[in-house]
């Protein structure tokens, strides 16, 4: 667990082991020749300098069309390892704008030689309201590893009106012994209020006896098979609200009424890394309550007799911090007959080497910055591949069914029948898993080939009545044609599938609201599916 930490101090509390700043005419007493600006000091249009009783500071105005921003850089030699920030403000009245961080602030950033962003991140001082005339502040926080510069930037982000005076802005190199020893305290209590809050959680389902989970599954051909060689048809619902949020919403209820009012035999529960490991936003029980629930979720579904798929419900590429998921999942839930893995929710705009074996996932699809399909931007990073995922469950001695989604957010499998086929390593089978909307086409050449040779999942799949924002219109087809289609083809060939979403928020919604009414559109004939009720596709697509 790493702790950031950094200390609010009054100005006596280190001993600097340097003399003077890094920081030049941070008291803005060398001015220019035109007595208008100080000397190293940029001023943009909203900033002034103004004097006092013979003393110099800089103001900065809010403006609520703009944000402004002083720039200016330090060079950061190898021997400092940490700094202490020293400055006087004035706020006046300075109101914030539209969003929260619309305020004041000082923007500190260290960069590495090649300009990128490095962590541990400094403090931002943030300013707001109206001081009582002049206040003194001290920060001190650590310089990270490779850093060359720090950018230093008062700034006032898109305010609503008001300002703030700075003065007498100092950045010294100190002793860093002092600030490891309080952060090595913060995360010593830190852990122990964590583990107090942990030791807090219970479950709220009984473990499910051994009689009750029902068989493990295994792959054959293109069939799922249980232990006694009976073929299995998986047909349920994907619960969201997990991947978003560290508590759920509802999720307990929903596994229970997607059984019993649904006659659902998979649920497909959505759920991320950061969670898992407690690290989401709002978690302060080191994730004991987001795993309890995790773990509740397939004891309920398992005294029932129902499968979990654990979806690890990410986008583009798996990454390092994938890996580690997954060898503590398919620790903890290994060879346990209630869980399939799927290992990653929706890759997409990458090669099928690069999907595979893992590599550099570049920028971008061309040199304009692109906007995926649901606004996602695209971003560099090194991939690991779906196969190291696989390895990683199966090196752990887990043999649970793995399920694989493949390129276009899962919906494109035709590159495992073009030598991009995953290898299981002796586990009880590969799924593939595919997202089918009515605006995708070509259902032939992206899975119904795939299906003829390998089991196939559909994770998600649905239709709204209103087009979705993302949706080009000619791309757009009605529920009243679609769905029964769609649900035709999957009773037809028997394809494994969860209908998205079991949740009243998350289009394509199943749900109408939290008493569990199924939308018109797409709902009630997903529930009379999993009752049975037979489809008719009438088109092909």
């Known amino acids: 667990m790493i702790i950031l930490a950094f200390c609010i101090c009054s100005v006596y509390s280190l001993p600097a082991i340097a003399t003077e700043s890094l920081l030049t005419n941070g008291d803005f007493e060398q001015l220019e020749s035109s007595g208008q600006q100080a000397v190293h000091w940029p001023s943009p249009k909203g900033t002034q300098l103004l004097e006092e009783d013979g003393n110099h500071f800089l103001r900065l105005e809010a403006d609520l069309e703009s944000m402004l921003t002083v720039y200016r850089e330090i060079a950061i030699k190898p021997t400092y390892k940490a700094l202490q920030l020293k400055f006087r403000v004035r706020v006046n009245d300075l109101q914030r704008g539209k969003a929260n961080w619309h305020d004041g602030r000082i923007i500190l950033d260290f960069k590495d030689q090649d300009g990128n962003k490095l962590k541990p991140s400094p403090p931002h001082p943030s300013f707001k309201g109206t001081t009582e005339g002049w206040v003194e502040k001290s920060y001190e926080f650590l310089v990270p590893e490779n850093a060359i510069k720090l950018e230093v930037m008062p700034a006032i982000f898109m305010g609503k009106s008001g300002s703030y005076d700075i003065d007498d802005i100092s950045i010294m190199a100190v002793d860093p012994a002092p600030i490891l020893a309080r952060m090595e305290e913060a995360a010593r209590k830190k852990a122990e209020e964590i583990a107090k809050r942990a030791a807090k959680v219970k479950p709220q389902v009984p473990l499910a006896s051994r009689d009750q989970l029902p068989p493990m599954l295994h792959v054959e051909g293109n069939q799922i098979l249980n232990a006694d060689g009976k073929e299995i048809w998986l047909q349920g619902v994907s619960i969201p609200s997990m991947e978003w949020s560290g508590g759920g919403e509802n999720i307990l209820r929903s596994v229970q009424v997607s059984i019993d009012d649904w006659n659902a035999n998979v649920i497909r529960l959505c759920i991320r890394e950061n969670f898992w490991g407690g690290t989401g936003p709002y978690q302060n029980d080191g994730g004991a309550y987001y795993r309890q629930l995790v773990d509740d979720v397939v004891n309920l579904a398992g005294a029932h007799g129902v499968y979990i798929v654990l979806d690890l419900h990410r986008f583009r590429a798996p990454e390092q911090q994938h890996v580690d998921f997954w060898k503590e999942l398919a620790i903890k839930y290994k060879n346990h007959p209630v869980v399939l893995f799927e290992l990653f929710n929706e890759p997409h705009d990458l ?68 030598g991009y086929e995953l290898d299981d390593r002796n586990g009880n089978g590969i799924v593939y898993s595919t997202h089918v909307y009515p605006w995708k086409s070509d259902w032939q050449g992206n899975f119904i080939e795939v299906a003829k040779q390998h089991p196939i999942f559909i994770g998600e799949c649905g239709a709204t009545q209103e087009r979705l924002s993302f949706i080009p219109p000619e791309r757009h087809e009605a529920p009243e044609t679609w769905v029964p289609d769609f649900l035709g083809l999957v009773q037809e060939n028997k394809y494994h599938w969860t209908a998205w979403s079991f949740h009243p928020k998350a289009s394509p919604c199943l749900l109408s609201d939290w008493d569990y009414t199924p939308t018109p559109y797409w709902g009630k004939q997903a529930k009379e599916a999993l009752h049975g009720t037979q489809f008719e596709m009438k088109k092909k697509r």
């Open 351 to 418: 090669s099928w080497e690069v999907w595979r074996n893992g590599g550099f996932v570049s920028t971008s699809k061309t040199d304009d910055e692109t906007l995926a399909e649901n606004k996602e931007k695209l971003k560099g990073f090194e991939s690991v591949g779906i196969q190291k995922l696989i390895d990683t469950v199966r090196e752990q001695g887990a043999n649970n069914i793995v399920i694989a989604g493949g390129l276009d957010w899962s919906y494109d499998l035709s590159g495992i029948l073009n």
